[in-house]
Nanobody, 115 residues
Framework: QVQLVESGGGLVQPGGSLRLSCAAS????????MGWYRQAPGKQRELVAI???????NYTDSVKGRFTISRDNAKNTVDLQMNSLKPEDTAVYYC?????????WGQGTQVTVSS
């Protein structure tokens, strides 16, 4: 089993920045992908960004150039730096990791972008 704990969400004005962090614990060997999804009210959960064990990132088009994902394999953490936030970025953000073909999820952290 893998446990994930997210932190860093909150309320920010449009154009502002937030940094989300996720710490993994438990059975951590063979973790491949780490990443972030989000789910806005009334919408399906969608991929925001993922990063491979080798550090190769991939982003959904709507966040490219604004968000940066990073991971520390030694600390088993994955972060999401979010800049130039927009109201449409408002959602619950979920950390996820893939280990041996199975996805594990955090409890989610709320990000609200509003003036």
């Amino acid at each position: 089993q893998v446990q994930l704990v997210e932190s860093g969400g909150g309320l920010v004005q449009p154009g502002g920045s937030l940094r989300l962090s996720c710490a993994a614990s438990g059975s951590l060997f063979s973790i491949s992908l780490m990443g972030w999804y989000r789910q806005a009210p009334g919408k399906q959960r969608e991929l925001v960004a993922i990063i491979t064990s080798g550090g190769i990132p991939n982003y959904t088009d709507s966040v490219k150039g604004r968000f940066t994902i990073s991971r520390d394999n030694a600390k088993n953490t994955v972060d999401l730096q979010m800049n130039s936030l927009k109201p449409e970025d408002t959602a619950v953000y979920y950390c996820t990791v893939r280990r041996l073909g199975r996805n594990f999820w955090g409890q989610g952290t709320q990000v609200t972008v509003s003036s």
